[in-house]
């Protein structure tokens, strides 16, 4: 997502005329309430969080956290039929559950298995769902229509499984963890781009692009009707 970020700041006025957005207005007011919420609560947390955890411990957590997506990575694989990744995200998940100390480590990447992620949002890519449009949710940001029903759908089966009491605070942690692995991406953009909400949806629209088959045909499609008008 990092270098996306980037070039999409560099890029942006070419790419936001050819981002479909119709519920733009509906999205910029989201993207201004999430940005109050990162300026007012989530910034300062991870100032802190930075400032008092080293950053071998704040590795350390990082890793924890992955390792335990990648049951969801591994579910994704089977669901899209992608076994190779769904073993993948298996074995990674018990070698670095084990000799990793719970993920801290990541031990798997040691023996050759590298993190690869998945998400609920490629299988339903993988089925050949059409994204839909363009959408931001409330503090987790840039989505799209399918691609936030998919993690609408997951999410409510872990809070299911796992329960709400263990569900809530994992899911609090990780997004948590991961928004301090990108602020000072984020804040670069907030700060240098004349319009960040464009930056983002180009960011977004540009990474589903290269991982989904149906929203990259989908997007040069797009282009193509764009260049004969």
Same mark, same amino acid.
């Given at each position: 997502?990092?270098?996306?970020?980037l070039?999409?700041?560099?890029?942006?006025?070419?790419?936001?005329?050819?981002a479909?957005?119709p519920?733009?207005g509906?999205?910029?007011?989201?993207?201004?309430?999430n940005r109050?919420?990162?300026a007012?609560?989530l910034d300062p947390v991870?100032?802190a969080?930075?400032?008092?955890?080293p950053?071998?411990?704040r590795?350390?957590i990082?890793n924890?956290?992955?390792? =335990?997506?990648?049951p969801i990575?591994?579910? $994704?694989g *089977?669901?899209?039929?992608?076994f190779? &990744? +769904?073993?993948? %995200?298996t074995?990674?998940?018990g070698?670095?559950s084990?000799?990793?100390?719970?993920?801290?480590?990541d031990?798997?990447?040691?023996w050759g298995?590298?993190?690869?992620?998945?998400v609920?949002?490629?299988?339903?890519?993988?089925?050949?769902?059409?994204s839909?449009?363009? =959408?931001?949710?409330?503090i987790?940001?840039? $989505?799209? *229509?399918?691609?936030?029903?998919?993690? &609408? +759908?997951?999410? %409510?089966?872990?809070a299911?499984?796992?329960g709400?009491?263990?569900?809530?605070?994992?899911?609090g942690?990780?997004?948590?963890?991961?928004?301090?692995?990108?602020?000072?991406?984020?804040g670069?953009?907030?700060a240098?781009?004349?319009?960040?909400?464009?930056?983002?949806?180009?960011?977004?629209?540009?990474?589903?692009?290269?991982?989904c088959?149906v929203?990259?045909?989908a997007? +040069?499609?797009?282009?193509?009707a764009?260049?004969e008008?």
């Amino acid at each position: 997502m990092r270098p996306l970020l980037l070039a999409a700041l560099l890029l942006v006025p070419g790419l936001a005329q050819a981002a479909s957005d119709p519920l733009e207005g509906v999205n910029r007011r989201i993207h201004g309430f999430n940005r109050l919420v990162q300026a007012w609560v989530l910034d300062p947390v991870v100032t802190a969080y930075v400032t008092h955890a080293p950053a071998p411990v704040r590795q350390g957590i990082a890793n924890a956290f992955a390792n =335990l997506r990648e049951p969801i990575t591994a579910i $994704s694989g *089977l669901a899209a039929g992608d076994f190779g &990744l +769904a073993w993948h %995200a298996t074995a990674r998940f018990g070698i670095n559950s084990s000799l990793g100390l719970g993920g801290v480590r990541d031990s798997a990447a040691e023996w050759g298995f590298g993190r690869r992620v998945a998400v609920p949002a490629d299988a339903a890519c993988a089925w050949g769902i059409p994204s839909g449009p363009y =959408l931001v949710l409330p503090i987790l940001g840039p $989505s799209t *229509l399918r691609d936030a029903g998919a993690l &609408l +759908a997951s999410s %409510a089966g872990l809070a299911q499984v796992l329960g709400p009491q263990l569900f809530l605070p994992w899911r609090g942690g990780d997004l948590l963890v991961e928004y301090s692995q990108l602020s000072g991406e984020l804040g670069r953009v907030e700060a240098q781009a004349l319009d960040p909400y464009a930056v983002y949806r180009s960011a977004y629209l540009q990474r589903r692009a290269a991982l989904c088959a149906v929203d990259r045909a989908a997007q +040069a499609a797009s282009e193509q009707a764009a260049e004969e008008d």
